[in-house]
Nanobody, 124 residues
Framework: QVQLVESGGGLVQPGGSLRLSCAAS????????MGWYRQAPWKVRGLVAT???????DYADSVNGRFTISRDNAKNTMYLQMSSLKPEDTAVYFC??????????????????WGKGTQVTVSS
């Protein structure tokens, strides 16, 4: 099985910075794309940023210029560097991995996985 674990969330003041990590564990062969999504209370989960295995990125307009997504393919780990944080960035941040190929029972499978999320709170 595959598991995604987020870390790095916490409380930060407006204008501050925070770095999130997402580590994929399991007998992983490769991951096509990874992304960060967030969900604030009473709101639908939305895209923050995505990154392909080749390094192509896409950002939500609300975070473009402030957030930077990156990944280390050798470690199956993704990062989100967040700067100039605003109160409206407060949300649970979820890690997603699409097209993840992994070994299970002697065979190779392809799947789509979500992490359980990490809380980011931006407040004075």
């Amino acid at each position: 099985q595959v598991q995604l674990v987020e870390s790095g969330g916490g409380l930060v003041q407006p204008g501050g910075s925070l770095r999130l990590s997402c580590a994929a564990s399991g007998r992983i062969v490769s991951i096509d794309a990874m992304g960060w999504y967030r969900q604030a209370p009473w709101k639908v989960r939305g895209l923050v940023a995505t990154i392909t295995s080749g390094g192509g990125t896409d950002y939500a307009d609300s975070v473009n210029g402030r957030f930077t997504i990156s990944r280390d393919n050798a470690k199956n780990t993704m990062y989100l560097q967040m700067s100039s944080l605003k109160p409206e960035d407060t949300a649970v941040y979820f890690c997603n991995a699409d097209g993840i190929r992994y070994y299970s029972g002697g065979s190779v499978y392809r799947g789509y996985y979500w992490g359980k999320g990490t809380q980011v709170t931006v407040s004075s």
